[in-house]
């Protein structure tokens, strides 16, 4: 229960009072303002509180984005304002020197509603909003868009105060920044329409968006199940099914922003449940593939490949740039320039294959096609699109003038996930003057993937695996603020994942290709888990745990090794140990932080919808 303090009798007609209730507070009634911050000091320490202008006027769902949102310490709309738990001492400083600098006055409401009895009208709630930023105090103010939130000084702005909330659907308005503002054409207007509705009748039911995911990912589950049939009318239930998870995968997100249930927690679960649902639908359709005597193992890892390097990308760029002082690009400008073109923003958001179009078409061509022309149409779109992205980001960073943080370098670092050997190299080669760190990371990764190409498990390819490490070593042996320094992590990502690919590929014995689909599906999961504690500022893993799992050159390393030293069949089998160690390791610490970061408090994050 959390606790709303009004600040004097409401108005007669006022629904304020039942408008507090329906949003879970239990309220309480200050005679006047000496009565605020006793009232504030007796509500038990693990409560939100409010205060509230008495004479508030607006729609319910402004109070509900000013006063519940859980991803904020503090946040006020006009005439309310909100503490969690971890910020009551900081508000309840400020409605002291507040009280104390107005001498002891506060509005207290005459009983016609109208202006303050024994004062001019004084927004008292407001002036503390005010000293709490002028302390340096964050104070998150939601944009309300149509929504009405006021504190009317007299009868005639009151009444016209209600009339403008009248004029406003409280409930359409909900709905509508329930969808997220930016989203791909086929999300936008193909399942978002009818999908926010479906968020709606979870949310009078009391189910949360944490329950909406888990449906969503047994509905893709299912729908790998039936792909792994190999018949028509499986992969026909698959396209389906595959629909019908990112329906519900797009309901999860609308259900939070509907009805403010963010959390830590849920941010997480939402976005590797994404990534597991896509990949066990890549298993699921090499599986029936299979059944139907089409080997495409090489074609669903290498489609794993693409995709998780293309996030790194992104992710990569975002983080460089996150505090970038200085930003500025002609390339960004004219990007800017044809977002002011309707039709120009929705095919450039088409052909970069967001998560909504490249689902429907792996639906699709599941449906109509066989998995083996499933997978080159996604290997097609996913290169196109990788290359369209990567090219304008490269011209950005090469055209802007920004000098870069440390905290954007330290990012950059987390994301290489350098191991124990890169750490060794390091210690003997200070005062070492390295070249470019992008130019250096390309070449350990040439120097790696293109002998494992030319002779597969042999020792040249041992060598390139060793020239590797010591060139990854050289590429972050300095901070990597340099201008093309982001795409230091997607090279590495593409150096190993690339050599699992193409040494099981080489082995071409059943079972190895499935193995290290495993193999790069764990590592995967532990980089985009690195990605995620780093935009929710929780930092990287731990070092124990890089260094457990070999990081990205000790795992090179040792597949180079195992692909010399075993025949085909037992290298199989060493990349299915090793995939194995290394997912019960990952998970069971990624698991381990974030349900305790859940329980801990950590501030909720999750993306924004489109302003009310």
């Known amino acids: 229960m959390s606790t709303a303090i009004l600040t004097g009798q409401p108005v007669p007609g006022s629904s304020i009072e039942t408008d507090l209730r329906s949003l879970g507070f239990d309220v309480r009634i200050a005679d006047d303002a000496a009565d605020v911050g006793p009232l504030l000091a007796r509500v038990p320490g693990e409560q939100r509180v409010a205060v509230v202008d008495a004479r508030f006027v607006g729609h319910p769902h402004a109070l509900r984005l000013g006063l519940t949102d859980p991803r904020f310490p503090l946040a006020a709309v006009p005439g309310a304002v909100t503490a969690q738990p971890a910020a009551r001492s900081v508000l309840t400083g400020a409605v002291d020197r507040e009280y104390a600098t107005s001498g002891g006055t506060a509005p207290a409401v005459d009983a016609l ?29 939601p944009e309300l868009g149509s929504l009405v939130a006021t504190v009317p000084d007299d009868p005639q702005t009151r009444n016209e105060a209600r009339q403008a909330v009248a004029a406003v659907d409280d409930e359409a308005v909900r709905l509508k920044s329930a969808v997220k503002a930016r989203d791909g054409f086929f999300t936008t207007f193909c399942i978002s329409p009818y999908s926010r509705y479906i968020a709606r009748w979870c949310a009078r039911r009391g189910l949360t968006p944490n329950q909406v995911t888990t449906a969503s990912l047994l509905t893709a589950l299912i729908a790998a199940g039936s792909a792994a049939t190999g018949t028509r009318a ?26 403010l249930q963010y959390s830590t927690l849920g941010a997480w679960l939402d976005a590797t449940f994404d990534r597991a649902k896509e990949y066990a639908y890549y298993a699921g359709l090499a599986l029936g593939a299979a059944r139907g005597g089409d080997d495409v193992w090489a074609l669903a890892l290498g489609a794993m490949v693409l995709q998780t390097c293309r996030h790194v990308v992104d992710f990569s760029f975002n983080e460089a740039n ?34 909504g179009e490249r689902w429907a078409m792996i639906a699709v061509l599941t449906a109509l096609t066989t998995p083996r022309i499933t997978f080159y149409a996604l290997l097609i779109g996913c290169a196109f699109a990788a290359t369209y992205t990567t090219a304008g980001r490269v011209l950005r960073s090469v055209t802007r003038k920004a000098r870069r943080t440390d905290r954007a370098a330290q990012a950059l670092a987390d994301l290489a996930d350098s191991g124990p050997l890169v750490e060794l190299v390091l210690r003997k080669a200070r005062g070492t003057n390295p070249g470019p760190a992008v130019l250096t990371a390309a070449a350990g990764a040439v120097l790696v993937v293109g002998p494992a190409l030319l002779w597969g498990a042999a020792w040249q390819t041992v060598l390139g695996a060793i020239a590797y490490v010591l060139m990854s070593a050289v590429a972050v042996q ?27 590929a080489k082995a071409d014995v059943n079972g190895v290709l499935p193995a290290a689909f495993g193999l790069v599906a764990a590592v995967a999961y532990h980089h985009y888990d690195t990605v995620y504690r780093i935009r929710g500022d929780a930092g ?15 795992r090179t390393l040792l597949v180079t090794v195992l692909a010399l030293a075993l025949t085909a069949s037992q290298f199989g089998v060493a990349l299915t140990v090793l995939a194995v160690a290394v997912a019960l390791v990952v998970l ?3 698991i381990r932080f974030w349900v305790s970061a859940h329980q801990g408090g950590a501030p909720a994050v999750h993306d924004e919808g489109e302003p009310a």
């Open 113 to 141: 509603g109208g202006s303050p009895a024994d004062a001019p009208a004084d927004h008292f709630v407001d002036r503390v909003v005010t000293a709490l930023e002028a302390q340096g105090a964050d104070v998150r103010h």
């Open 234 to 259: 499986g992969f026909v239930a698959a396209g389906v099914l595959l629909i019908a998870s990112f329906v519900l995968d797009c309901t999860d997100g609308q259900l939070a922003r509907y009805s």
């Open 322 to 355: 996150h505090d970038a002082e200085a930003n500025t690009s002609p390339t960004a400008a004219l990007s800017d320039r044809l977002d002011s073109v309707g039709w120009t923003v929705w095919l450039r958001r088409m052909i970069v294959l967001p998560i």
């Open 478 to 504: 300095r901070p990597l603020k340099g201008a093309l320094d982001w795409l230091v992590p997607p090279l590495f990502r593409a150096a190993e994942y690339g050599t699992v690919l193409v040494l099981a």
């Open 540 to 554: 990287a893993p731990p070092a124990w745990l890089v260094r457990a799992i070999g990081g990205h050159e000790g």
């Open 588 to 590: 069971f610490e990624s």
